[in-house]
């Protein structure tokens, strides 16, 4: 890694989340897991690119000021139908969310852009046409780049579960990084322990899998056999909308802090302390509870995190 700033890359969906407001009036969220990461490392002052599909719409036109507004530089595509996709938003009386998806995902290839960290995840990754580039993208940038893999499954779009569950197992193998959350892991992998599931993705080439527990907190898994236990985040939630994805980009960040990217990544992955695992999903897991405190995907700028943290200096380089 060199001093200069590394560079991410983002590729995935990004769309509008129709969310009720608290009288059931629906309105407009711009959002989308992998937009929703590429959202939390911008706040955090990453150097960060989403490479993804929009319509020349209204809503095309407001998700894409949302990325920019947060340092985002949006590479996007036309959809096919021109229009912007969606996802109408259900909330459950713990502010849980359900989705039930109006998606066009259909990326023909992902630009052979230089970069330091590559995450992917999602409806992305599994529904074609698109998932096809999604991988091959990830086969170029493996070694080359720390590949962070996040599967956020959604079975409305893919109820057979065969495929998609394959096409993960084949991304974790090139993944460095996994972070999963066990309702994830309960619909992928329906007979095992989310726990087992995670330990034996830890043997087949991520140097790190995280499993998110929700207000359990999360466990990180590492190929050597060590398992570390997070607390949750005491936090009153208006919703769990980008919770996941929150997590996902600050854990990225935090790793970025500790000089884990670029063609290197994988060695200084595991040559890191438990210590430092420990710290980077700590820091993620606040960063969660941030977003989770208020509506929306709205992950928390650096300064908010810091202060999360209790102090400055917290998960900065």
Known sequence: MTDEQPRVLVVGEALVDVVPDRDGTPRDL???????????????GRDVR???LLGDDDRGAEVRAWLRASGVEVLARPTGSGRTSSAAVTLD???AASYD??????????????CDVLHVGSIATVLEPGARAVLDAVRRCRGRALVSLDPNSRPAIT????????????????ADVVKVS????GWLRPDDEPLATATRWATRGPGLVVVTRGGAG??????????LEVPGVPVTVADTVGAGDTFSGVLLDALLALGVAGPGAADA???LSDRDVLGAVTTASIGAAVNVSRPGADPPWRAELTAALGGPGSGEE
């Not at 992998?34 to 955090?44: C, F, K, Q, S, T």
């Not at 109820?159 to 090139?174: F, K, Q, S």
């Open 30 to 44: 711009p959002g989308g897991s992998p937009a929703n990461v590429a959202i939390a490392l911008g706040r955090l």
């Open 50 to 52: 989403l490479v993804t």
């Open 93 to 95: 009386a713990s502010g």
């Open 101 to 114: 998806f109006d998606l066009d995902w259909s990326l023909e290839d992902v630009p052979d852009e230089a």
């Open 159 to 174: 109820p057979d579960r065969a495929g998609p569950a394959a096409r993960v197992e084949e991304l974790v193998a090139l």
């Open 182 to 185: 066990d309702e994830d892991l």
């Open 218 to 227: 999360a466990v990180a898994v590492r190929p050597g056999g060590s398992v």
């Open 269 to 271: 992955l595991r040559a």
